[in-house]
């Protein structure tokens, strides 16, 4: 009876730690690679927040055209680092650029267009058709107008569809 005591005791202290270690995390951050990242992108839709600003709707879609990525913007992300941006012309403001890319960290796009001027998006999700960046930039009182602003921190979501 006592080895049989000692064979169950054995089995579920077994068990138990099979279950505790075989547990991952599951809020790990996912890494992407390059080679999902290269080809066509579309932005399909772009959603702008500008924390503590509460501004009418006609305004918030202003500044998402003028610093976020429009909607229609076709984004191409060549094997030689090179990318190209072209998007619908707003009035006196081109959303067409190009410039290098790479990737770090396996989830931080950074995009350096031929002016020097990098951005970072952080990829929030990417598979074969669709992906999701998020970029957060503040802007001095100079680069945009917003009464009684100095610095306004803009948060961009872009969702875009291969």
């Known amino acids: ?5 000692k064979l169950f005791s054995s089995a579920l202290t077994l068990c138990l730690a099979i279950t505790l270690f ?19 992108w579309t932005v399909s ?6 924390p503590g600003m509460d501004l009418p709707a006609e305004q918030m879609a202003l500044f998402g055209a003028i610093l976020s990525i429009p909607e229609g913007t076709t984004i191409q992300l060549n094997n030689d680092k090179t990318y190209e ?3 619908a012309e707003l009035g006196f403001l081109t959303t067409n650029e190009s410039g290098t890319w790479k990737l770090e960290g396996g989830k931080t796009l950074v995009l350096t267009s031929q002016d020097n001027e990098d951005k970072q998006y952080q990829i929030r999700s990417l598979n074969s058709e669709s992906a999701v960046w998020y970029i957060s930039e503040k802007m001095e009182s100079g680069d945009v107008s917003i009464p009684g602003a100095t610095e306004v921190t803009v948060e961009s979501t872009i969702s875009l569809k291969k």
């Open 1 to 5: 009876m006592k080895n049989l005591q």
């Open 22 to 40: 075989s547990c991952g995390n599951d809020d790990e951050e996912a890494i992407f690679a390059e080679a999902d990242l290269m080809g066509e």
């Open 45 to 50: 839709s772009t959603e702008i927040n500008i």
């Open 85 to 87: 941006q072209e998007g």
